[in-house]
């Protein structure tokens, strides 16, 4: 499997299919694939069952002969009368398979040698059996006084430990001599000696014609069932002869084993081709796979090989063509096993969304040792993900991608998380023109379905070092980091930066322990009423002091919550003191409301609302006094579950807020959707309403608006009593910033709420 973009992660395992290719040809000389070549046979057979040919007939000495005439062996005068009655009745020939090579008394042997005389076309069994081990008993030769009348043929055979005869030879060397076996003298098929064919069992042995020996005595059988056929006389009874397993059948007598054989004979000359043949196929279609782009390829042509190995084998012994699969079945198995493997390896260098590599298929990249590591950062793509409707995400990366391959289409691009795109580069080439290139098209508004989305992206290039592909790709991220918090569109990594990068790494981890020892504490910041001049609330706002490194800036570890999707811990640390907090206070008869900062984040998280009731509840504070503040980009993406998640906190009694009010593409028709309760105008226009006509302008204009919608307006970032004054005059309801109050404690907080002072503003 590769990666989108011809990245590739791992290379094809040549070196896997030639140590399987060696250990299937193993397999198969060690002759371990023969019972699941025997197995897989004789569940083919099922599939194509045919009927014998009807010119073999079976004399049986079944058990209903035995128990009339007597126990095998019978006297030679009974065999003789048997001769005699199947020669009468026009047999083209007559087959002995049992012995006849040990003398009884001398009447009944004269008489059974004056019907072979008379008969002349009778054939001797010569027997000599090779068992499991292919260990041989002497020749069974028929007395002279008998094969001096009769013809001879063998009925050696190989069994297997199942007692299975799966071959039979066409002729074996008997004292020096060629002597053909019963099945190929039935066939008239002869062939050298010590060759063999397979024996089809796929010919129902059911369809043999038979006869009872004693209803021949007896005269009581149709002379015209043996009329122009050979017949074979042979033992089924269990208690009186060797019985072989026919596959799919039972235990049978041997005889069958010989009739089925010269039946398979009958049908044309059977092709044994062994497992050599199917093996080349599989090793050389095995080996053609890998050179497939894609696991899906590659798992398709060995797919398609299996099932030729199935289908084949099938429509060949249906022509008498026989072929052996387990070696070749055995390299098959083992070379979808390690794709498999190698498959699911290489699902951790993909991402699932896009199909793009990721950042662990760059870090796997021997190419990139000598290369330049040049990474872009959407700022705000957690932000853009949390409004777009569900299964967007890959529109938005295809957008992303499209303007990052502008001027070099084939670029491999690697994606990682949270908006982060990296790709390699010579680093002899220039880099600084085709990045301000892109940056200047990310500057276009980007279109997902009716949206307009508006990207903002930094770039960061790493050279090149000695170190780690991992170290290195960190230093591009935080180069791109330091680009967009220096308002710069892209930036070189600074080696001196190596200890920070470190730090933000662990940045997120250390934020979660920091929560559980209390490292993390929130501080209040009170909320003035314009109109009562009393502190009326507070923002709570998060505050990290770190044991080594002092106060961590609030934009530092809540925007790197918010971009790997950890915000969702801090937010209940800080909603659960922050209404422990209000309920306190409220209880001391203040009516206060507290405000506590919503990511967009959690806009989609079904269980967030029902975590918040259960905490209003255990805390006995009225959901009247709790307002949770959304940036206006999240509120504006007011449809689908944010419109759900909204109403369900209106209807538990929340208050919500806009806030930073103004920065975001405002429109009539989302503040009449939006459940709001109150409008937060953004600082960067409050602290330019004394000297900006035009902010003065657009603060006036959002009150009057906001009072026209019956919601209330808070201007943050005021720090100034001349920006105070001027919002009193505006009709302004709530003031939040350093000229009220700074963030406090909660105990500050109180303390001053208790003496009932109001700030001094002077």
Not at 246 to 267: D, R
Not at 382 to 411: C, F, H, K, N, Y
Not at 536 to 543: M, W
């Amino acid at each position: 499997m590769r990666p989108k973009d011809g990245h590739k992660a791992e290379g094809p395992p040549f070196k896997a299919l030639l140590w399987t290719a060696i250990a299937a040809l193993l397999f198969g000389l060690a002759g371990a694939g023969l019972p699941i070549d025997q197995s897989l046979r004789t569940a083919r057979n099922s599939l194509h069952v045919h009927n014998a040919s009807g010119d073999i007939v079976l004399v049986k000495l079944d058990d209903a002969s035995l128990r009339q005439v007597g126990g095998w062996p019978w006297s030679r005068g009974n065999v003789a009368k048997l001769n005699d009655e199947l020669t009468s009745a026009g047999a083209r020939r007559i087959f002995y398979h049992v012995p006849m090579d040990a003398p009884t008394n001398s009447a009944d042997d004269q008489a059974f040698a004056n019907s072979l005389e008379h008969s002349g076309r009778d054939v001797l069994a010569i027997t000599n059996k090779s068992g499991p081990k292919d260990g041989k008993a002497s020749d069974s030769m028929p007395l002279p006084i008998f094969s001096r009348y009769a013809d001879v043929a063998s009925v050696s055979v190989n069994y297997n430990w199942q007692d299975v005869v799966w071959s039979i030879p066409y002729a074996t060397n008997v004292e020096g001599k060629r002597i053909s076996s019963f099945a190929a003298k039935l066939a008239h098929r002869p062939g050298l000696t010590d060759s063999y064919f397979p024996v089809d069992y796929s010919i129902d042995p059911g369809t043999i014609p038979d006869i009872s020996a004693v209803s021949v005595l007896n005269r009581t059988f149709d002379p015209a069932g043996v009329r122009g056929k050979d017949v074979v006389i042979g033992i089924t009874s269990d208690s009186a002869g060797s019985q072989y397993f026919v596959p799919g059948t039972a235990k049978m007598g041997g005889a069958y084993v010989h009739i089925i054989g010269a039946e398979t004979l009958k049908n044309g000359k059977p092709l044994q081709l062994g497992w050599i043949p199917a093996y080349l196929i599989a090793l050389g279609l095995s080996a053609f796979a890998l050179t497939r782009r894609g696991t899906a390829q590659q798992s398709a042509i060995l797919g398609a090989t299996m099932a030729l190995l199935g289908v084949g084998p099938v429509i060949g012994e249906m022509h008498n063509v026989f072929l052996d699969v387990a070696p070749a079945l055995f390299l098959l198995i083992v070379m979808g096993a390690i794709l498999a493997r190698q498959a699911s390896r290489l699902r951790g260098y993909v991402n699932p969304i896009s199909g793009l590599p990721n950042l662990n298929a760059l870090r796997s990249n021997r190419d990139a040792r000598d290369q330049a590591i040049i990474v872009a950062r959407i700022l705000n793509y957690a932000e853009v993900l949390s409004t777009l409707p569900p299964d967007s995400e890959q529109m938005l990366v295809e957008q992303i991608v499209s303007r990052l391959r502008v001027g070099s289409p084939d670029r491999v691009l690697y994606q990682g998380d949270g908006g982060m795109f990296a790709w390699l580069e010579k680093p002899q080439l220039p880099f600084g023109n085709h990045l301000d290139a892109l940056y200047s098209l990310f500057r276009n508004a980007a279109r997902i379905g009716s949206l307009s989305i508006d990207l903002s992206i930094s770039f960061g290039v790493e050279i090149g070092s000695g170190r780690s592909l991992s170290n290195r790709l960190a230093s591009a991220v935080v180069a791109a980091e330091e680009a967009a918090h220096d308002g710069l569109k892209w930036k070189y990594h600074d080696p001196d930066s190596y200890e920070q990068a470190s730090w933000k790494l662990s940045m997120l981890s250390q934020l979660d322990s920091a929560i559980d020892k209390g490292e993390v504490w929130i501080a209040y910041q009170p909320k003035l009423d314009l109109a009562s001049k009393k502190i009326v609330g507070a923002e709570a706002l998060a505050r990290w002091t770190h044991p080594e490194k002092g106060p961590i800036a609030a934009s530092e570890f809540i925007a790197a919550a918010e971009q790997h999707d950890r915000i969702g811990k801090l937010t209940d640390f800080v909603l659960e003191k922050a209404v422990v907090a209000a309920a306190q206070i409220n209880r001391k008869g203040h009516e206060f409301n507290v405000a506590v900062n919503l990511s967009a984040r959690l806009l989609t998280d079904r269980g967030f609302t029902l975590r918040l009731s259960a905490m209003l509840a255990r805390h006995q504070l009225n959901p009247q006094h709790l307002t949770l503040e959304l940036t206006e980009t999240a509120a504006l993406a007011g449809s689908g579950e944010v419109t759900e998640m909204l109403t369900r906190l209106r209807d538990i009694g929340v208050k919500m807020s806009i806030d930073d009010y103004g920065t975001g593409l405002s429109t009539l028709d989302y503040l009449k959707k939006i459940p709001a309760a109150e409008l937060k105008i953004d600082q960067s226009f409050v602290k330019g309403i004394v000297d900006n006509r035009s902010d003065r302008l657009m603060v006036q204009s959002t009150i009057a608006l906001a009072h026209a919608l019956d919601r209330k307006v808070v201007a943050e970032g005021v720090e100034q009593r001349e920006i105070l004054d001027a919002l009193v005059e505006m009709g302004c309801d709530v003031a939040q910033g350093y000229i009220i109050g700074r963030p406090m404690s909660i105990e500050s907080l109180m303390k001053r709420m208790s003496a009932g002072k109001r700030h001094n503003v002077a």
